[in-house]
């Protein structure tokens, strides 16, 4: 099955500064590469995705790469803010064909942490 | 706009009972999630459902079982309860229509199931 590994486990930043997140995925047939912010508690939320035509999209401050021969997809969030302290996790899922197997794999989690 | 409901949000259980934890989809989504969250732990597929159809099995303990109804809401039963049980429980949908892996999953903000 598909195995998700997520860098670095923790990050902290200066507010204003950008940070980055790595993760690498073991399964070719993955084409679907959502992030998702949780903060303590509560319920993943969607931040961004990436679909496997695709290399890179930006949202704002929130831009996602992915390098398909690599098997690894980035998240890159720029000018940040203490708002943006939370868990990060990446995430991947797979197309079988013809019925719904759009089951998540999740990464390990950032915990990223923005100093005022 | 509507969300995905999940019921209850707290349970709190003895060993060797039993729990159900129920999950009502966005209305017209046809595919539910349900996932498991460890304290300071990345969410683990469980089970899923297409069209009231099971689709899909992760790491789902024997003691577990879940189901969707004719209204498309998933209840998930947890029996002979184990304090590892203990965790967040998500239910998420999404409208695949049968074609999979490339719609967001909207996440329920989770029952907190406590194991004494």
């Known amino acids: 099955g598909e195995n998700v590994e997520q860098h670095p486990s923790t990050l902290s930043v200066q507010e204003g500064d950008s940070a980055v997140i790595k993760c690498t995925y073991s399964?070719?047939?993955?084409?679907?590469f959502p992030w998702y912010k949780q903060e303590l508690g509560k319920r993943p939320q969607l931040i961004i995705d990436?679909?496997?035509?695709?290399g890179e999209k930006k949202d704002q401050r929130i831009a996602v790469t992915l390098n398909k021969t690599a098997k690894h997809f980035s998240l890159h969030i720029t000018e940040t803010q203490p708002e943006d302290s939370a868990v990060y996790f990446c995430?991947?899922?797979?197309?079988?064909?013809?019925?719904?197997?759009?089951?998540?794999?999740f990464g390990q989690g950032t915990i990223l942490t923005v100093h005022p | 706009a509507a969300g995905v409901i999940q019921s209850p949000r707290h349970l709190i259980k003895e060993k060797r009972e039993t729990a159900t934890l129920k999950c009502y989809p966005i209305?017209?989504?046809?595919?539910v999630y349900w996932y498991q969250q460890g304290p300071g732990q990345d969410p683990q597929f469980l089970i899923s459902?297409?069209?009231?159809?099971?689709?899909d099995k992760g790491s789902i303990p024997d003691r577990f079982s879940a189901q969707q109804f004719s209204d498309y809401h998933s209840e998930l039963n947890m029996s002979s309860l184990e304090l590892g049980d203990s965790a967040l429980y998500f239910c998420?949908?999404?409208?695949?229509?049968?074609?999979?892996?490339?719609?967001?999953?909207?996440f329920g903000p989770g029952t907190r199931l406590t194991v004494l």
């Open positions: 998420a949908s999404s409208s695949d229509m049968g074609l999979a892996a490339y719609n967001e999953q909207f």
């Open positions: 995430a991947a899922s797979g197309n079988a064909g013809g019925t719904s197997y759009g089951k998540l794999t």
């Open positions: 459902f297409y069209e009231k159809m099971q689709s």
């Open positions: 990436i679909r496997s035509n695709v």
């Open positions: 209305p017209r989504h046809d595919t």
């Open positions: 399964d070719s047939a993955s084409n679907y």
